[in-house]
């Protein structure tokens, strides 16, 4: 499945709140044991939004990173009982909507990753991704990232779908005049 706007990726999102994340969490989450994964303490919509929020805080300028915490996890989503290829599923899901970048991120977050460009943003997506399971934090709402999608988005789509026109080289976004005849 290929995202085409940032609608569809918007309605995904909101299906998966109040869901239970089929993944555990990590053997060092506090609690765990060091035993199996246990469930996560918050849902997959929660736990997006919390993901997404911290990269914010420590890397205001990077939407592209923020984004990606945003939907690290939708391939989840897009095949609930799937859990060979979830990171995979989602880069190919959002790479002609979010771009190359975004969807490099979704698919290396969970692999070891080569010595190169991207070392230091999977190590901050990742770092996000660990802490953002707190019950009860108030990360906003998806309302909120809507701008920072379709900026992204608008940025990088191949698709023709998302977000504001795009600049021409003359400059100015193009729209058609209230009684221009076409």
């Known amino acids: 499945m290929e995202l085409r706007s940032v ?3 918007m309605d995904l999102l909101h299906a998966c709140r109040g869901a239970r994340a089929t993944s555990g969490l990590p053997r060092s989450w506090p ?3 060091g035993g199996p994964p246990v469930g996560d303490p ?3 919509h929660e736990h997006a939004l919390q993901t997404a929020a911290l ?3 420590s890397r205001p300028a990077d939407k592209e990173l923020q984004v990606a915490g945003l939907v690290h996890d939708i391939g989840q989503l897009l095949d609930p009982g799937d859990e060979a290829g979830p990171a995979d599923r989602a880069a190919d899901a959002i790479r002609a909507l979010l771009g190359d970048r975004v969807s490099r991120l979704v698919r290396l977050r969970a692999a070891a990753w080569a010595d190169d460009a991207l070392d230091d943003d999977l190590a901050t997506l990742r770092h996000a991704d660990e802490s953002g399971r707190v019950p009860g934090l108030d990360a906003g709402v998806l309302e ?3 701008t920072v999608l379709e900026l992204v988005a608008a940025r990088n789509s191949r ?4 977000g504001p026109p795009r600049l021409d080289a003359a400059g100015p976004p ?5 009684g221009a005849v076409g």
């Open 7 to 9: 609608e569809e990726l």
């Open 174 to 178: 193009t729209r058609p005049q209230p």
């Open 42 to 44: 918050v849902d997959p």
């Open 31 to 33: 609690g765990s044991g």
């Open 144 to 146: 909120d990232w809507r």
């Open 55 to 57: 990269l914010r805080r």
């Open 159 to 162: 698709t023709g779908t998302a």
